[in-house]
């Protein structure tokens, strides 16, 4: 009876060592995969966030405007200096940052500029002497066939790094194009920027792969798992490395209290032959349903037999070590989850923020000059019926000289705000196009006569005398008008131009007019 009994006992914990093992190696594939393309996600993210800086600030400087708004971005997204070059690579001019930190020559950085395809951003791979550490470049060829190099500070991405940490030595690693270290925990690889390019995990990353992979750490002397995944405008690898050992440890415990728990069932059976049935029969039911549970086939509704006597102190503390390793897996991937959702959010807060910061006024909240301008190619391009209104307030430039550039400032916010209230509920677009200039979109606005009544509406509330710091301030407006017509192809260059053109002719004429664009206007 003691030799049957002993056969399910041990067989028990063969078959609980193997499902435990799976179950591990199976969470830690898929936890280090999922760590792996979320890295990856936020990376993305980033890259994308870098590109369109640098073309926002590229624009911006070649139109000189809105110069504080691109610096103000490219240094919160940790962009060292900005600097432009000649079509033969010699520097013209540092706009942003220390100009000892951008290189005289793009040949020290081996960049062909001949190569280079016009308004597209380029990632260099990690580069050694220009900053104080290895360093990122950014750079992209302008319409003028001038190019524009930003060099990178790599602190968000050591950032993104050390927000993962597991066990002894879980960790993340990230490496450019050719497997130099761009941030990692080891302190010297990072600052040294450590080439990793002979790692067979690190060659995959080179070679574009993704997934979970097993390799040896010539640094730890280790057998290694790792999750990893490239990310695409860049080519930088990231993965998310853990030793073996750390894994067998955890299985070994389990494999220990189960042995143990196997020799007390043993001894028991042997001084009490008939209760072993009823003592290990439903503790043994019970420890499979537990085991099912980790395994991902567990039915909670499902009841458990009692036995005829509770099961032993060393079953209890089997099942209770079990449970809370699934309890622990659990926790883990929610905390895991929590962390990416938040991460998520402010990524797309950052982005929010960084698409509002290159498509607004910085002083009136309106739109921009540029927002404006791609308004009106895309409405063209589409051919829709509207309205564009060019409007120069009169007097501003007396009232700004004589009490000083805040009190202007407030004076175009008023401006501004009024043009919002009158044009924000009829879905008109209103933008500041500089200075003391505003334009409206006015869509589908109907025949001429409701055209001019909803035009001069604007013309009356601009007119309409400000309080501005206890001061009442009386300023005038001139509004050029010109349409849109669907059946004929027309730029949005020259519907400004058209409305400007109408807006001095309405300031020849005398203060608070309103002038329709027509043809037999001279320029």
Avoid at 1 to 29: C, H
Avoid at 190 to 208: F, H, Q, R, Y
């Amino acid at each position: 009876m003691t030799s049957i009994t002993l056969i399910p006992i041990f067989g028990l914990s063969l078959w609980t060592n193997k499902i435990i093992k799976e179950q591990v190696y199976e969470a830690v594939n898929e936890k280090h995969l999922l760590i792996a393309n979320n890295i990856t996600f936020a990376l993305n993210r980033y890259t994308k966030d870098l590109s369109s800086a640098l073309k926002t600030s590229v624009i911006s400087r070649n139109t000189n405007d809105n110069k504080e708004i691109t610096n103000a971005l490219l240094q919160q997204l940790n962009i060292h200096t900005l600097g432009k070059y000649n079509h033969k690579g010699r520097r013209i001019m540092t706009y942003f940052g220390e100009a000892i930190y951008t290189p005289n020559s793009l040949f020290s950085l081996r960049i062909d500029s001949q190569s280079i395809t016009k308004n597209k951003v380029y990632f260099s791979d990690l580069k050694h002497g220009f900053l104080p550490e290895p360093s990122l470049f950014l750079y992209l060829k302008d319409d003028n066939n001038q190019l524009w190099l930003a060099a990178l500070n790599r602190k968000y991405i050591k950032e993104i790094q050390s927000l993962i940490s597991f066990g002894e030595k879980g960790h993340a690693a990230i490496v450019d194009k050719k497997g130099r270290i761009l941030a990692h925990p080891n302190s010297d690889w990072e600052s040294s920027g450590k080439n990793l390019s002979k790692v067979s995990i690190v060659k995959k990353m080179m070679a574009g792969e993704t997934g979970v992979s097993q390799f040896f750490s010539p640094a730890l002397m280790q057998d290694m798992i790792a999750g990893f995944n490239v990310i695409d405008q860049t080519g930088w690898g990231v993965m998310v490395p853990q030793p073996l050992s750390e894994l067998d440890v955890s299985i070994k415990r389990v494999k220990q209290l189960t042995l143990i728990i196997a020799l007390i069932s043993f001894s028991t059976a042997a001084l009490l032959s008939w209760w072993i049935s009823g003592i290990i029969t439903a503790p043994i039911k019970t420890l499979a349903k537990r085991t099912n549970r980790i395994a991902g086939s567990f039915d909670s509704k499902s009841k458990t037999k009692k036995s005829r006597m509770p099961p032993t102190k060393e079953f209890s503390a089997l099942m209770l070590s079990f449970n809370h390793m699934a309890q622990q897996i659990e926790k883990d991937k929610l905390e895991l989850s929590q962390k990416v959702n938040e991460r998520t959010i402010e990524l797309k807060e950052a982005e929010e923020k960084s698409r509002n910061l290159a498509n607004l006024d910085f002083i009136t909240g309106l739109a921009n000059r540029m927002s404006a301008i791609n308004t009106l190619e895309k409405l063209t391009d589409k051919q829709e019926d509207f309205a564009l209104l060019f409007i120069d307030l009169d007097n501003f430039k007396p009232i700004n000289d004589k009490y000083g550039h805040i009190t202007g400032d407030r004076l175009l916010q008023a401006v501004a705000r009024r043009i919002r209230s009158e044009n924000t509920r009829k879905n008109n677009l209103a933008a500041r196009y500089g200075g003391d200039e505003f334009l409206i979109i006015i869509h589908r606005p109907g025949d001429l006569d409701n055209l001019m009544s909803e035009v001069n509406q604007i013309l009356d509330l601009l007119t309409t005398p400000y309080i501005i710091d206890g001061l009442e301030l009386h300023i005038g407006a001139c509004i050029g008008i010109t349409r849109n017509i669907p059946t004929k192809k027309t730029t949005a260059d020259q519907l400004i131009h058209q409305a400007d053109q109408a807006m001095y002719h309405a300031k020849e004429r005398g203060k608070n007019k309103a002038i329709l664009y027509s043809s037999t206007l001279k320029s």
